[in-house]
Every structure is written in C-alpha cells, then in structure tokens.
C-alpha cells in the first residue's frame, strides 16, 4: 500500500516517526497492536464523537446485520436518517446520501454549476473539500487566483474554473466576483476551518459571504463534512444562524461507517437525477448498515445535555493546553467551538493559512511524539483540528493536561 496507509495523513510524514497502528477502540480510547492504549483526539477524525464504539451503535448494528450488509435498493432506514438530517439542519429541505465527504463535495460542486449554468466557483485558501481534483487547487498568492493543481494529475483545464481566496478576506471575495460577472456559481467553505489547523471564521465574514452570494445570484454552500453534529447539532449554520443554500456532510453521520450527503433548498436539489437531469449515483450509498450507524450516532446526540457537554469538555481541554504552554514559555494561540478545537504553535492571531504557515512544525513534530510517549494521540500534523466526544471524562482530560504540561516541559529543556 502507498505509504503503508490508507489515507497519506496517517503516516506521520509531517510529525517523524512510524504511524501507530490501531488494534481496537473504545469510547475516548485507542490501543495499538503492542497493547499500548492512547487518550484519542482524533475518534477517527469526526465519526466517534460518541466515543469509540458505543454499546447502542454496536448493538444496532448486530441487529440490522441480520438483515444483510446491502441492498441496492431503497431502505426506509435512508428516510429515517434523511428525516433527522432535514429537520435537525436548517439549509436542508431534501438530502442525498453517498459514500464520503469527497463524494458528497464533488456531487455539490455539479449541483452548483447545474443550477446557475455558471463554471467557475471560489473557495478559500487551506480549506480541503475532499480529494476531487476540482479542489486540489493550490492557494495562489495575492488577492485570488485561478487555481493551479497541488497534484500531478490534475490537469489545469480541470482547476481553471476554481478561484481562491484567503479566509477572513471579504474584499477578496467581493474583488473576485467584480472580475468575473456573472461566472461564479457559488462559494465553498469550511464554516469553520479543520483543514488548515482550526481557524474559526471573524465577526461579519459568514453574514458577508451570504450577502454577496445573494447579491451575485450565486450559491453559498457550508462543507459541514468536519462541523456538521460537532459545533452544535444543526452544524455551524444553525450555530451562527447563518443559513447556506446548500450543505455537505460525512463523518458523524456515518457514526463510523461510510456516509456522506449533500442536501439545501428543495428548488436546487430536485435537479438531482432522477428527479432532475444532474447525474450522481453510488452503489453503497444508503445502505443499511451505515444507515444504522448514523441514526443511532444522532439519537445519542440529540439526547439532553450532549453539546452541553462537549462544549464543557472541549473549552477545559483547550484552556488547559494554552495555560500549560504559556507556564513553559512556548508561544500559543489556539480556541475551540463546540466538540472541535485546535492550536498553533506560534504568537497568533492565526486568520487564514497564511498566518497558519508561521506555526512551528517542527516543534510540533516534538511535542506530537511526546503525547504519544505519554499515551495522548493528537492528529499527526499541525495543520489539522482536534475533536473530542461524549467519551471523554474529567479524567481523561486531567490526564491530558498532565501530558501537555510534561511535554512542553521536556520541549523546553
Ligand atoms: P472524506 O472524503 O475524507 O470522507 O471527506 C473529505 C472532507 C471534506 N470536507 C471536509 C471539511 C473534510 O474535513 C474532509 C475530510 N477531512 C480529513 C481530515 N482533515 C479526513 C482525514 C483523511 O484525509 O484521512
């Protein structure tokens, strides 16, 4: 296999070292092949914000086994998870399932230019929406440019139509859409950024981003794939109350198993084939099993008192690690919102990836070997986000403060 992984994250290329490979998980736990058990940060990077197989999951899932692993046929278990997606998410009126978040992102992306008739679309610097090649574009210098591809492979007719702008950067985006009249169909972005490290959007820039979508005639679509059922239960939008015209999912709707969606307005999405003419089809897409996954992930999060307590949870966790790096001098800024959080090894304030870049990676790659010596696995790159769950106790927490302020502590000697 490439890199002995199946995804290039895992392999601890930016971090040093070999990749820690997992035997079994279980709530905020993780145990590798050697029997060492690490506090997990990353559940999986989104799904396990239950914690790591939970009973109920577990049990509904030997239950709908019984019945098959896949039809290839309508299920009533796909309404049943497409009616608590509908109602729990305000831009989501009708909602089609796939297999990832990638799938769910290069289907929306068809959907936008189906609808407006219009090529090109905007997304921002450090922002990832899967690996389609439409999205590999790297983040060009100044204002915004047309994309150029990150990956060999991905031909420049293909990146030609995505534009880029640092995030944050409302004049950037209003700059683009003055250079290209009527040829935007739409802007894409993490409503709060994961991929670049966590970067949470200012005051004004959601509500800006509305408006100028609206005024263009063009749509706004929230890639909730990392956000969505973490920052709040209705994602980010409900969150800030600031309502896209569409929305990607994946992850936690999946509870651990492959799913992905894209869902908004009924008047967009009744363009999806076979109701309209726009064509995207998948073999596994609702099938059962996953389907039994991500209802029962959302029943346990719609229980009282779930956000109340990851939001508890997460803010301890992340004003513990700030206070552990300022006590051992290491410059820090970070925050976090809802079940998700991060920082960056430098001063701050970190707005956009190009801010994000003045982290110190190789510090990082020290303290990310630390945690793990001190039995905390933190995602293995500085520029990704941490996500807690259900799972994680005052213990765990505790236990990882202690780690952090170890480590920060040999970081310095
Ligand atoms: P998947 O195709 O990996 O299911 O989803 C792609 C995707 C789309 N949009 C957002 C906002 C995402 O965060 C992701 C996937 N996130 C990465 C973590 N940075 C998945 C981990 C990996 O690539 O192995």
Redesign the pocket.
């Known amino acids: 296999m490439p890199g002995g992984v199946s995804?290039?994250?895992?392999a601890f290329r930016s971090v040093g070292g070999q990749p820690i490979v997992f035997d079994r998980v279980k709530g905020p736990f993780a145990w590798d092949v050697d029997g060492n058990r690490y506090i997990d940060y990353i559940g999986s990077?989104?799904p396990a914000i239950c914690g790591h197989a939970h009973p109920e999951v577990i049990a509904a899932l030997q239950e709908a086994l019984e019945k098959g692993t896949s039809f290839g046929a309508p299920c009533e278990l796909e309404n049943q998870l497409a009616e608590k997606v509908i109602e729990a998410v305000p831009s989501v009126e009708m909602v089609r399932f796939v297999n990832?978040?990638?799938?769910?992102?290069m289907s929306v992306l068809r959907l936008m230019r189906a609808f407006t008739g219009r090529d090109k679309v905007i997304k921002f610097e450090g922002?990832?929406?899967?690996?389609a090649d439409m999205f590999l574009v790297k983040a060009g210098s100044g204002v915004a440019t047309l994309g150029l591809p990150d990956s060999p492979g991905v031909p420049r007719s293909t990146t030609a139509n995505t534009l880029t702008a640092p995030y944050n950067d409302l004049e950037a985006v209003k700059q683009l859409f003055a250079e290209n009249p009527d040829a935007i169909c739409g802007v894409i972005l993490?409503p709060v950024v994961?991929?670049a490290g966590f970067i949470t959007p200012e005051p004004g820039f959601l509500e800006g981003l509305r408006e100028l979508t609206q005024e263009h005639g063009a749509l706004l679509v929230f890639?909730e794939?990392?956000t969505g059922f973490r920052v709040s239960y209705g994602g980010a939008q409900a969150r800030f109350g600031i309502t896209p015209d569409l929305t990607?999912m994946?992850?936690v709707i999946g509870g651990g198993l492959p799913v992905?969606a894209y869902g908004g307005k009924a008047e967009i999405m009744e363009m999806v084939a076979p109701a309209g003419p726009m064509y995207q089809a998948g073999t596994l897409s609702g099938n059962p099993l996953a389907m039994t996954a991500g209802i029962k992930t959302l029943e346990l999060l719609s229980q009282e008192g779930s956000y109340e307590k990851l939001e508890a949870t997460t803010s301890r966790l992340i004003e513990g690690i700030l206070n552990a790096a300022k006590e051992a001098e290491i410059p820090i800024t970070g925050s976090s919102i809802g079940a998700m959080f991060g920082f960056f090894l430098c001063e701050g304030p970190v707005r956009n990836f190009e801010e994000a870049k003045a982290t110190d990676a190789e510090l990082f790659g020290k303290l990310h070997r630390a945690m793990l010596e001190r039995g905390v696995y933190l995602a293995p790159s500085a520029f990704?986000a941490g996500f807690t769950s259900l799972a994680h106790s005052d213990a765990e927490i505790e236990a990882t403060l202690q780690a952090f302020r170890d480590s920060f502590a040999s970081l310095q000697a």
């Open positions: 995804s290039p994250v895992r990077w989104g990832s978040g990638t799938e769910a992102c922002c990832y929406h899967g690996h993490e994961g991929n890639d794939v990392m990607t994946g992850k992905g990704e």
